[in-house]
């Protein structure tokens, strides 16, 4: 692909696709996540490779990105802050000409998102946003997918954030707008989510609650993270304290639907953001959650590098 190809596209926020362009990858999801479970060969990017660069740590991005890569043919590069010169600050529009030269699509987690568009906007190939401090789309590509899988249709359900204003809650703002679906938003004061900044088309989106008991009542998904996100260690004190109520507990699942499922990015830490019991309980779906980045990620990178099938 070359700069200005019109049809070159990247994936830098969850806004950056349709409601239909997500329709259309869940369902091509479901065709690659049966494929693969049938043990069938599947190679539509023989040829093709993915750059991955983290400046974060990671274990799911990677592993899900680069199994996935491979199982569809292809091949990956790996580099980090530490191995490359992006620790030595070479401009990152420099990296981002000299890699897009060589690779066909790049994976990045980075720290702030403006980054991340300076990357995308010096590269000839497709960029996918792998987190950064202000969104995580592959994550709720993931979520939303695993949430079809187990219970139909998201658009209508309440989904309920109980936790820190950050990346991931930025992210399900969005696909609430995009989606349909009401986000129910409990944030400690001073970590609220910016949903003026976070860009959302529909404000009836989203309603926010002081308790988040409240915020799970009649939830059809209840959903959390950690307290302290990477890159915010320094505050990690203070979060502990500002925090301590928000823990998903089984008190706040019995106020949701009864049928609700669990959701965690991962990774989680029991007895602060999630109580053992919900997050290892019958309602928990965090290892379906863990395992469809990898199936989501396959169709995205066949829709960015190849457009849409049949
Ligand atoms: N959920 C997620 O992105 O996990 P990793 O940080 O392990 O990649
Ligand atoms: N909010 C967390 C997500 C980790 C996958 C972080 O940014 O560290």
Redesign the pocket.
């Given at each position: 692909m070359k700069p200005g190809d019109r049809l070159m596209r990247h994936y830098l926020q969850f806004k950056d696709l349709r409601a239909e362009e997500y329709g259309y990858l869940f369902e091509r999801a479901r065709i690659i996540k049966t494929r693969f479970k049938n043990y069938e060969k599947y190679n539509p990017l023989v040829d093709r490779t993915l750059a991955m660069i983290f400046e974060k740590?990671?274990?799911?991005?990677?592993v899900s990105f680069e199994a996935g890569m491979y199982q569809m043919g292809g091949s990956v590069v790996h580099l980090t802050a530490t191995d490359s010169q992006f620790g030595r600050d070479e401009p990152v529009e420099d990296a981002a000409r000299v890699i897009s030269r060589m690779v066909d699509i790049v994976m990045i987690r980075t720290f702030e998102q403006s980054k991340l568009e300076a990357f995308a906007a010096h590269s000839r190939v497709p960029v996918i946003n792998g987190?950064t401090n202000e969104h995580?789309p592959c994550?709720v590509l993931a979520d939303v997918f695993t949430y079809i899988e187990q219970r139909g249709s998201i658009a209508g359900k309440v989904v309920a954030w109980v936790g820190d204003g950050n990346n991931m809650a930025n992210t399900w703002l969005q696909a609430a707008d995009i989606l349909g679906f009401t986000l129910h938003l409990s944030t400690p004061s001073g970590y609220e989510v910016d949903a003026q900044r976070v860009g959302i088309r529909n404000p009836r989106c989203v309603k926010t609650f002081k308790s988040p008991f409240a915020a799970c009542e009649g939830a059809h998904l209840v959903t959390t993270d950690v307290w302290t996100s990477m890159g915010y260690e320094a505050e990690n004190e203070a979060r502990q304290k500002a925090f301590a109520d928000w823990c998903v507990d089984a008190q706040m699942m019995q106020l949701a639907q009864r049928d609700a499922l669990f959701m965690h990015?991962?990774?989680a830490h029991r007895g602060e953001e999630v109580a053992a019991e919900v997050i290892d309980g019958p309602q928990s779906v965090v290892w379906d959650e863990?395992e469809n980045?990898m199936h989501v990620q396959k169709a995205l990178m066949e829709y960015l590098l190849l457009g849409r099938i049949g």
């Open positions: 740590a990671s274990t799911r991005t990677r987190l995580h994550q990015c991962l990774p863990a980045r």
